[in-house]
C-alpha cells in the first residue's frame, strides 16, 4: 500500500518559520492529491491546506488566512508545508494525507496518512 512518511518537526520559537515535509511512496506523487491537517491539544483535526492531481490547484483552511503555502517535489515525491508565523501555543501535531480520488476538506476524504509531525512554538 501507499506510505506517507513524516521524517519529524522540531521546536522553535513564536513568530519563525518552519518547513515540514512528507516523503510518498507512489510511482507518481501527482495522482494523490495531497493534504495537510493539523490537531492541536484536546482539539479535533482541522484541515490546512491542500495540493490536488496533477492540475496542481491549492486552496487552504478559513483559519489558516493563507500564511502557509503548500509545495510539492514530485521528483524526490515529497510534500511541504512550509509555516511562518507560528503562533506560541504547545504543541500541534500536523499530518500529511493523500488520496487518488478527492482534493478535500475532510479526513474522510483520504485513504492515507502520515504518522504526525509535532511542532512546538515557543514564547
Known amino acids: 500500500q501507499v506510505q506517507l512518511v513524516e521524517p519529524g518537526g522540531g521546536l522553535v520559537q513564536a513568530g519563525a518559520s518552519l518547513n515540514i515535509s512528507c516523503t510518498v511512496s507512489?510511482?507518481?506523487?501527482?495522482?494523490?492529491?495531497t493534504a495537510w491537517f493539523r490537531q492541536a491539544p484536546g482539539n479535533e483535526s482541522e484541515f490546512v491546506e491542500v495540493?490536488?492531481?496533477?492540475?496542481?490547484?491549492?486552496f487552504y483552511g478559513d483559519s489558516m488566512s493563507g500564511r502557509f503555502t503548500i509545495s510539492r517535489d514530485n521528483a524526490r515525491k515529497a510534500v511541504y508545508l512550509p509555516m511562518s508565523s507560528l503562533h506560541a501555543g504547545g504543541t500541534d501535531v500536523y499530518y500529511c494525507?493523500?488520496?487518488?480520488?478527492?482534493?478535500?476538506?475532510?479526513?474522510?476524504?483520504?485513504?492515507?496518512w502520515g504518522q504526525g509531525t509535532q511542532v512546538t512554538v515557543s514564547s
Open positions: 507512489a510511482g507518481t506523487i501527482t495522482n494523490y492529491a
Open positions: 495540493i490536488s492531481q496533477n492540475i496542481d490547484t491549492t
Open positions: 494525507a493523500a488520496s487518488r480520488l478527492i482534493a478535500g476538506v475532510r479526513e474522510s476524504a483520504y485513504n492515507y
